[in-house]
């Protein structure tokens, strides 16, 4: 996280904490998002002029302390002289943690709405919005919900991003960095920077696993994860519909990873975008892979509709070592049954026996769907 900030203060934020605390004998124009900007990607000089009028620096203005220094070998931004202009410079802990829940709410919106709404367009099958257990409003509704619990999971998500940009964490930017030195980086050199992949990947897999079905024991189950058990038919704006802390909870072993083993700080953000994309794929309701390993939206559409089964996140070898694992029906996988009437019959009634057992009773509230109309005109 300490590039992305680094990236944001260039551009945005230093002159925007310069204008809200600046240094007691500093004097700093009004913000304006526009020029600022432009002003960053240009770059100043350490004696620019300037003056509030016309939006220069003048050299005789106080300066912090703070000196830079790159996040990264292989990428930095030359910061304007508004970084050194705020009584909160970027190394300031509340600056930091200001910063990085501002990042973690509006790009965490950004990430979901901009995949979820790709996902709908171009991949999620609109004849869904017909079958008898889709809810009435429900793209709404699991927009309502994702919307509310992002900001709040965000919350609890600074802390792990805080710890890595102030340096507490094994996130690497080169193997040979001087000053890094880990046994998994000394035993296997720059093949670790392949390897950290698929070990990414198994832990999370893993302990995602038995928290995800840790959260549907009695207990947990109806105080958090019901709200995401509330799409018996998901589509992809249902990715991050969670109770935030159900959300939070099967996030923690992403940010756990790099805690245990080290991970690069590109790689990190690579698998953060993955993570983001394969949590909307799962819930698209495309089932182009009948796999016995990949957990995909067929898999996951049999934990939607039965609840208790296929718990895993990327594959299914948690859930079949578990006993958990529910294959797909092999009607899924065909366009003439997947939306046969048969079919949506079938998964109703058997859906309708697992809400019993594990609900006690169905308060939702089933169409007409909201999107009706669009379906029957893509038919």
């Keep these: 996280m300490?590039?992305?900030?680094?990236?944001?203060?260039?551009?945005?934020?230093d002159r925007l904490y310069a204008t809200a605390l600046p240094l007691a004998s500093a004097a700093v124009a009004s913000f304006d998002p526009?020029?600022?900007?432009?002003?960053?990607?240009?770059?100043?000089?350490?004696?620019?002029?300037?003056?509030?009028?016309?939006?220069s620096l003048d050299g005789s203005f106080?300066?912090?302390?703070?000196?830079?220094?790159?996040?990264?070998q292989y990428f930095s931004l030359q910061p304007s002289e508004f970084a050194y202009l705020s009584q909160w410079d970027r190394d300031n802990i509340y600056r930091q943690a200001l910063s990085l829940?501002?990042?973690?709410?509006?790009?965490?919106?950004?990430?979901?709405?901009?995949?979820?709404?790709?996902?709908?367009?171009?991949v999620f099958d609109k004849e869904t919005f017909n079958h008898p257990k889709y809810l009435k409003n429900q793209m709404s509704l699991e927009i309502k919900q994702t919307t509310q619990s992002i900001p709040i999971m965000a919350i609890f998500t600074v802390p792990f991003f805080l710890a890595e940009v102030r340096g507490y964490s094994l996130i690497y930017d080169s193997v040979a960095a001087?000053?890094?030195?880990?046994?998994?980086?000394?035993?296997?050199?720059?093949?670790?920077n392949l390897i950290q992949f698929p070990m990414f990947l198994m832990f999370t897999d893993f302990t995602i696993y038995w928290i995800h079905r840790a959260l549907h024991h009695p207990f947990l189950y109806k105080r958090l994860h019901k709200p995401h058990h509330k799409w018996i038919m998901p589509t992809p704006f249902a990715s991050h519909a969670f109770h935030p802390l159900?959300?939070?909870?099967?996030?923690?072993?992403?940010?756990?990873?790099?805690?245990?083993?080290?991970?690069?700080?590109?790689?990190?953000?690579?698998?953060?975008?993955?993570?983001?994309?394969?949590?909307?794929?799962?819930?698209?309701?495309?089932?182009?892979?009948?796999?016995a390993v990949i957990n995909g939206?067929?898999?996951?559409?049999?934990?939607?509709?039965y609840f208790n089964y296929n718990y895993g996140q990327f594959t299914t070898l948690w859930d079949r070592l578990g006993g958990s694992y529910r294959k797909p029906n092999l009607e899924l996988f065909y366009k003439e049954?997947?939306?046969?009437?048969?079919?949506?019959?079938?998964?109703?009634?058997?859906m309708e026996q697992m809400v019993v057992e594990v609900e006690g009773s169905d308060d939702r509230r089933y169409g007409p769907p909201d999107g009706e109309g669009v379906a029957k005109k893509v038919q």
């Excluded at 300490?2 to 934020?13: A, G, K, N, P, R």
């Excluded at 049954?337 to 058997?350: A, D, I, N, V, Y």
Aim: with cysteine; aromatic share 18%.
């Design 34 to 55: 526009i020029s600022t900007i432009a002003a960053s990607l240009k770059g100043y000089s350490s004696n620019a002029t300037f003056d509030s009028a016309s939006s």
């Design 101 to 122: 829940y501002l990042v973690t709410w509006v790009f965490g919106l950004l990430i979901y709405f901009v995949c979820a709404t790709l996902s709908y367009v171009f």
């Design 297 to 305: 939206a067929a898999c996951h559409t049999m934990h939607h509709l």
């Design 62 to 72: 106080a300066r912090s302390a703070w000196q830079y220094q790159p996040t990264s």
């Design 178 to 192: 001087p000053g890094f030195d880990h046994w998994l980086l000394t035993t296997f050199g720059s093949a670790y």
């Design 2 to 13: 300490d590039v992305i900030l680094d990236v944001l203060d260039t551009l945005f934020l």
């Design 246 to 291: 159900d959300g939070y909870a099967q996030s923690v072993p992403y940010h756990l990873f790099p805690f245990l083993f080290p991970l690069q700080k590109f790689a990190y953000l690579a698998l953060f975008i993955f993570i983001q994309i394969w949590t909307v794929m799962i819930h698209d309701g495309e089932y182009v892979a009948n796999s």
């Design 337 to 350: 049954t997947k939306m046969s009437r048969e079919e949506w019959t079938r998964q109703s009634k058997e």
